[in-house]
């Protein structure tokens, strides 16, 4: 149970992320003739920053709670106490669940800043694990480079550690007409790293292990190493956002190109928003996207039952709770939905429920009826295409050992295994199936003239 202190503090944060700059801009302006880009921007900018300074203030007192809690939980472990161990267990889980909130509107402004252009976002994201501790030297200096920066109202650098989604640079910096990707200099060592490095650079002289162990120790040279990879990335990164092409800063020999699709998006966002409505005259509410999503919407006690009640009518294909997405990295955010600021801060903490799956049946029918040839791969397909030593392989769906495969007779030997995003973006991006597999379409057919040119 998530008590009242922390919802008024969730809520307040998210006016400041999503609303604050639109309220102030009205508040300053009577006619809507009268709207000021660059003033409106400020406001925003504003907003931002006083939400980033709740969320931290939140979190780095949720670590330190985080910390005296596992601490005691250890203890009462090795009493094997299981009352106090399941009471801290409960009391961690909640601590944990608040943090991811807090992080989800920190992503929410990243989500803002570049418009829900999820191709982009994904770039700032390296898959890197591990606890993100706000305190220490290193990072007492990122939030200082932060504040200086933010003292300028056209300027927004948000602290890359406040979200789980941001890992490329210390400092993502919104400018009126471009972003920048700040790496801050801490301690001699790294200091040094950067000085060598930019001789190297002046140079032109290579930087690789071989060449910094003859003049360095191995410790020193791993250093090097590792800022000049970190350097890379954001190099990488920023390329791809100024011209939506480059090196992918992920894996190498692979080329991005982004490309903005063909048909517009189409979202049941209005579809959802219904059912929540009906929630203010019953306990549960149910609906059919196209013949393939399946939504409930639940409260009180149904938000126990709807689910596997929603699992029965989906053919036992997975049904997700829409606040699993605040474990996924790029989805459209909790705080970003157009459900209403209550609804929102109802779904944030539980109170009503939203589950969603996909009849993996009728989306096959609809893909193939569509022009798009799907089917589910076979186990031994799918094992050998785990088996290539790609960085990509875990981005794949599955279900019971297989995959889902774009596959006609000329692409035979070369099959499309689809992975989690076209999903993600049906089940909490809430896109409808028919212009997400109408994309799909025109990418597989650019995919066969390039196949066929090879």
Excluded at 125 to 133: L, V
Excluded at 204 to 225: I, T, Y
Aim: neutral net charge.
């Amino acid at each position: 149970m998530i008590d009242t202190e922390f919802e008024n503090k969730l809520a307040k944060i998210f006016f400041h992320v999503t609303r604050y700059g639109a309220v102030l801009h009205a508040e300053e302006n009577d006619k809507p003739e009268d709207f000021n880009p660059q003033r409106f921007f400020e406001l925003c900018n504003e907003g931002f920053k006083i939400a980033q300074n709740e969320i931290l203030t939140e979190i780095k007192a949720l670590q330190t709670t985080q910390k005296s809690s596992n601490k005691k939980l250890k203890k009462e472990r090795k009493k094997r106490n299981k009352e106090k161990t399941d009471i801290l267990i409960s009391k961690i889980n909640i601590e944990n669940y608040k943090e991811e909130l807090l992080r989800n509107l920190a992503f929410t402004i990243v989500w803002q800043l570049f418009n829900g252009k999820r191709e982009i976002i994904a770039r700032l994201y390296t898959g890197e694990r591990g606890e993100k501790e706000l305190e220490g030297k290193g990072f007492e200096a990122i939030l200082q480079a932060a504040l200086e920066i933010n003292q300028h109202p056209d300027k927004f650098a948000l602290i890359s550690d406040l979200t789980n989604t941001v890992q490329i640079g210390d400092l993502l910096v919104t400018h009126p007409d471009r972003y920048e990707i700040v790496e801050v200099k801490t301690g001699k060592k790294n200091e040094e790293a950067f000085r060598v490095l930019n001789f190297y650079k002046v140079n032109n002289l290579k930087v690789s292990q071989e060449r910094l162990e003859k003049s360095f120790d191995p410790k020193f040279a791993q250093q090097v190493l590792r800022i000049k990879k970190q350097e890379d990335k954001s190099k990488k990164v920023k390329i791809i956002v100024e011209t939506d092409q480059g090196e992918d800063p992920k894996q190498n020999d692979t080329h991005v190109r982004l490309i903005d699709s063909p048909i517009v998006d189409d979202t049941y966002h209005n579809e959802i928003v219904d059912l929540i409505e009906k929630l203010e005259e019953k306990d549960w509410a149910y609906t059919n996207i196209m013949g393939i999503i399946n939504v409930g919407a639940y409260k009180n006690d149904w938000r126990i039952y709807g689910k596997e009640i929603l699992k029965e009518i989906n053919k036992k294909y997975p049904v997700y709770d829409l606040t699993s997405s605040l474990g996924i990295t790029i989805a459209e955010p909790i705080f970003a939905k157009p459900f209403g600021d209550d609804k929102i801060i109802d779904l944030a903490l539980g109170r009503i429920k939203i589950y969603v799956g996909i009849d993996f049946d009728m989306f096959i029918k609809f893909c193939n009826d569509m022009g798009l040839p799907m089917r589910w791969s076979t186990s031994k397909e799918f094992g050998k295409f785990l088996s290539k030593p790609s960085g990509y392989n875990k981005e794949i769906f599955s279900f019971d050992n297989k995959g889902l495969i774009i596959e006609d007779e000329e692409t035979k030997g070369t099959p499309i295994f689809v992975g989690h995003g076209m999903l993600v973006r049906m089940m909490f991006d809430h896109i409808k199936p028919e212009t997400l597999v109408m994309n799909r379409k025109i990418g597989f057919e650019n995919f066969k003239r390039e196949v066929n040119q090879d």
